[in-house]
């Protein structure tokens, strides 16, 4: 019988079946490999059979989350690892691939040094419940954009003055009367799929507005001029929980607005940013790092830190000084939800 503290657990799921690879810590000679239905009874089955306090390795991935937490809800003490799939390159760019070799991969990596998986936060049910609808709106509002560029791009193809420049939410009302007077049935029913989308995204919004207020901490979070409540509401849920940082200076790099380093020797090149974590909250972020730094905002030290970096005038200036704010307005937002203190603007030019 296997010792409960080091058996080691590495699956490979896909959508029918996922493939098993168990094996013991100080035993790499070892192993026993099988293949269990993607479904949660056979899975159920399987977590219960274990030794308790087994550690199980899976990759980041679409059943991940609810894997993660029924390997949880089966009261045996086991320590899941979901292992982060973009630090993984050993094995999605290896030579010799399947789905055996990936599950005995993890397997082995756990035995040796689990940190080496870079293990991802699931978040609770309820939370990630919440979150889909953000999602969903965030879904909605690229449908918006990518439905009126095609617009604009079929005006400007056809010869006529390109449209006047205008708030998304705004397009319809501006030019849907003008398109539909065109009578050609194309601009038309792109017409009638902007309204009915817009109408979605402000029926989302309104919905969002009551959701975040069931969060007390949006409150404080709001105080910083730019944040409203969908970007609050979206920074409590996609962090969840404030203490997992023991530096508030690190939630930049969680949600991938820190720059790539790829420095060896005395070369070291000047990169863009990562863009780990998660992309919606990095996008509301920089939205709101552009109002933050619009003129006719208030003087705060996020809007003085912004114009100092866009005065340079180099090439891209304006994109590093809006990446630059909203990686600083993480920060400021994560120490305001730790601390609930009254936001001072100035308190860095200070």
Same mark, same amino acid.
Request: aromatic residues 6%; positive net charge; glycine residues 6%.
């Given at each position: 019988?296997?010792?409960?503290?080091?058996?080691v657990?590495?699956?490979? /799921?896909?959508?029918?079946?996922?493939?098993v $690879?168990?094996?013991?810590?100080?035993?790499?000679d070892?192993?026993?490999?099988?293949?269990?239905?993607?479904?949660?009874?056979?899975?159920?089955?399987? #977590?219960?059979?274990?030794?308790?306090?087994?550690?199980?390795?899976?990759?980041?991935?679409?059943?991940?989350?609810?894997?993660?937490?029924?390997?949880?809800e089966?009261g045996?003490?086991?320590?899941?690892?979901?292992?982060n799939a973009?630090?993984?390159? $050993?094995?999605?760019?290896?030579?010799?691939?399947?789905? !055996?070799?990936?599950?005995?991969?993890?397997?082995?990596?756990?035995?040796?040094?689990p940190?080496l998986?870079?293990p991802?936060?699931h978040?609770?049910?309820?939370? !990630?419940?919440?979150?889909?609808?953000?999602?969903?709106?965030?879904?909605?509002?690229?449908?918006?954009?990518?439905?009126?560029?095609?617009?604009?791009?079929l005006?400007k193809?056809?010869g006529?003055?390109?449209?006047?420049s205008?708030?998304?939410?705004? $397009?319809?009302?501006?030019h849907?009367? #003008?398109l539909?007077?065109?009578g050609?049935?194309?601009?038309?029913?792109? /017409?009638?799929?902007?309204?009915?989308?817009?109408a979605?995204?402000?029926?989302?919004?309104?919905?969002?507005?009551?959701l975040?207020?069931?969060?007390?901490?949006?409150?404080?979070?709001?105080?910083? $001029?730019?944040?409203?409540?969908?970007?609050?509401l979206?920074?409590?849920?996609?962090?969840?929980?404030?203490?997992? #940082?023991?530096?508030?200076?690190?939630?930049?790099?969680?949600?991938?607005?820190v720059?790539?380093?790829?420095?060896?020797g005395?070369?070291?090149?000047?990169?863009?940013?990562?863009?780990?974590?998660?992309?919606?909250?990095?996008?509301?972020?920089?939205?709101?790092?552009?109002?933050?730094?619009?003129?006719?905002?208030?003087?705060?030290?996020? !809007?003085?830190?912004?114009?100092?970096?866009?005065?340079?005038?180099?090439?891209?200036?304006?994109?590093?000084?809006?990446?630059? /704010?909203?990686?600083?307005?993480?920060?400021?937002?994560?120490?305001?939800?730790?601390?609930?203190? /009254?936001y001072?603007?100035l308190? !860095?030019?200070?």
């Amino acid at each position: 019988m296997d010792n409960p503290s080091t058996t080691v657990v590495g699956l490979d /799921v896909s959508d029918r079946w996922t493939h098993v $690879f168990r094996t013991k810590h100080g035993c790499p000679d070892e192993g026993e490999r099988s293949k269990i239905r993607t479904r949660k009874s056979p899975l159920e089955e399987y #977590f219960r059979s274990l030794p308790p306090v087994s550690t199980i390795i899976l990759e980041v991935g679409p059943h991940s989350r609810w894997i993660y937490h029924l390997a949880l809800e089966c009261g045996m003490g086991h320590e899941i690892i979901v292992a982060n799939a973009r630090k993984l390159r $050993f094995i999605y760019a290896g030579t010799c691939k399947t789905d !055996q070799l990936d599950a005995e991969a993890l397997a082995r990596v756990g035995c040796l040094q689990p940190q080496l998986l870079h293990p991802v936060h699931h978040r609770s049910a309820a939370a !990630q419940e919440d979150l889909n609808v953000l999602l969903a709106r965030d879904t909605l509002i690229q449908v918006r954009t990518k439905l009126i560029n095609t617009v604009r791009g079929l005006i400007k193809a056809s010869g006529r003055e390109p449209l006047a420049s205008v708030d998304t939410a705004h $397009f319809v009302r501006r030019h849907g009367a #003008f398109l539909v007077g065109l009578g050609q049935e194309h601009y038309t029913c792109l /017409v009638r799929t902007l309204e009915e989308t817009q109408a979605q995204i402000e029926e989302l919004d309104r919905r969002l507005i009551v959701l975040a207020d069931s969060y007390p901490a949006t409150e404080v979070l709001r105080q910083v $001029f730019g944040v409203g409540p969908i970007t609050a509401l979206a920074f409590i849920l996609v962090i969840e929980d404030p203490d997992r #940082f023991h530096s508030t200076r690190k939630v930049g790099a969680y949600l991938g607005l820190v720059p790539k380093i790829d420095q060896s020797g005395e070369v070291n090149p000047k990169l863009g940013i990562t863009k780990a974590g998660h992309p919606m909250l990095r996008r509301l972020l920089v939205q709101c790092a552009h109002r933050i730094m619009r003129t006719d905002g208030p003087d705060t030290s996020l !809007q003085r830190h912004g114009h100092k970096i866009r005065a340079r005038k180099d090439k891209g200036a304006s994109k590093r000084a809006a990446v630059a /704010v909203a990686r600083k307005l993480s920060v400021v937002l994560l120490t305001l939800w730790k601390t609930g203190e /009254v936001y001072d603007p100035l308190r !860095q030019a200070a």
